[in-house]
């Protein structure tokens, strides 16, 4: 098993800037990617970044060049920067973690955080 804790939400004005961390224990040789999600209300959970153990990374569209995710793979931590965020950030922010890339990044990873409530007001 693996457990991952976030940490680092909070509520931000719009244009604001916070930074999520992403703990991981546990079984840590079953981390190869790591990734963000989101959740709104009313909305489905999305897919906001991933990062490999290599350091190769992926982002949505809603994320690209606005966040920046990066690991410290001897800590078995990950962040998330969100910059200039908006309102439509407002969610839930999971992480996630897992062996499949692929997997990660279309739902289904191995392993979910609890999730860190990030607030957005305009």
């Known amino acids: 098993q693996v457990q991952l804790v976030e940490s680092g939400g909070g509520l931000v004005q719009a244009g604001g800037s916070l930074r999520l961390s992403c703990a991981a224990s546990g079984r840590t040789l079953s981390i190869y990617v790591m990734g963000w999600f989101r959740q709104a209300p009313g909305k489905e959970r999305e897919f906001v970044a991933a990062?490999?153990?290599?350091?190769?990374?992926t982002y949505a569209d809603s994320a690209q060049g606005r966040f920046t995710i990066s690991r410290e793979n001897a800590k078995n931590t990950m962040f998330l920067q969100m910059n200039s965020l908006k309102p439509d950030d407002t969610a839930v922010y999971y992480c996630a973690t897992g062996l499949d890339y692929r997997r990660l990044t279309a739902g289904i990873p191995d392993y979910w955080g609890q999730g860190t409530q990030v607030t957005v007001s305009s």
């Open positions: 990062i490999s153990w290599s350091g190769a990374s």
